[in-house]
């Protein structure tokens, strides 16, 4: 019940993300260099923290430390980069990644014996 909950989670994030990532590379905004630099920045941690969560489908322990890894460095990257609401601006966008990840993590058999 756990991985489900946690995969049900990292498909709606992930969809979310997908959607405004290719929103904005698709619109006809013009664009500052800071923007374009901040964008790249984004687009880089959202594809890692997206793909950890893909391969977490094959390989999940792999898949979920990739998730929390670049969970948290785009929490990092929202926080400086928001501007007053940055407390809102982290749970929105590394946190559901962040939760996901553990909860992956937390269902993952272990190789003890």
Do not use: H
């Amino acid at each position: 019940m756990i991985r489900f909950i946690a995969r049900a989670l990292g498909i709606v994030t992930s969809a979310y993300w997908a959607m405004a990532l290719l929103g904005s590379i698709f619109s006809k905004e013009p664009s500052t260099p800071e923007s374009t630099i901040e964008g790249l920045v984004l687009c880089i941690l959202v594809s890692a923290t997206i793909t950890g969560f893909l391969l977490s489908w094959r390989y999940l322990k792999f898949g979920a430390l990739l998730m929390i890894v670049s969970s948290m460095a785009l929490s990092t990257f929202a926080y400086f980069s928001a501007g007053r609401n940055k407390l809102l601006a982290v749970m929105v966008s590394g946190v559901p990644f962040l939760v996901s990840g553990l909860l992956l993590l937390l269902s993952a058999p272990s190789c003890e014996k």
